[in-house]
Nanobody, 125 residues
Framework: VQLQASGGGLVQPGGSLRLACAAS????????IGWFRQAPGKEREGVAYVINSHDITNYADSVKGRFTISKDNNKSAVYLQMNSLKPEDTAVYYC???????????????????WGQGTLVTVSS
């Protein structure tokens, strides 16, 4: 499995960004893809996940109502639409997945098997 995140950048508070995760190498439709972030000096935390075969999503409380995770099966991509961004959203964002035929329903990073490289999101005026 290979994952590649993109779309980070500098945005003002209240602005929006859309991150993309290109995913390939799965051998079934049953897996979970999540977005995670790590701010300087902090532990990596889960932001949102989607269960590919069931379209089930979940979000961290800190981003509910502002972030939306979605997937495009035709493009083998998962997106994170981030609206109403705050300075505290500044972090390196990663996409990660479980292996094929393994579904998890958790934002705990330790349950994910594959990780893409991060993309930096900076929210600042």
């Amino acid at each position: 499995v290979q994952l590649q995140a993109s779309g980070g950048g500098l945005v003002q508070p209240g602005g929006s960004l859309r991150l993309a995760c290109a995913a390939s190498g799965f051998t079934s439709d049953d897996y979970t893809i999540g977005w995670f972030r790590q701010a300087p000096g902090k532990e990596r935390e889960g932001v949102a996940y989607v269960i590919n075969s069931h379209d089930i999503t979940n979000y961290a409380d800190s981003v509910k109502g502002r972030f939306t995770i979605s997937k495009d099966n035709n493009k083998s991509a998962v997106y994170l639409q981030m609206n109403s961004l705050k300075p505290e959203d500044t972090a390196v964002y990663y996409c990660a997945s479980t292996r094929s035929n393994r579904i998890v329903q958790t934002l705990n990073p330790s349950y994910y098997d594959y990780w893409g490289q991060g993309t930096l999101v900076t929210v600042s005026s």
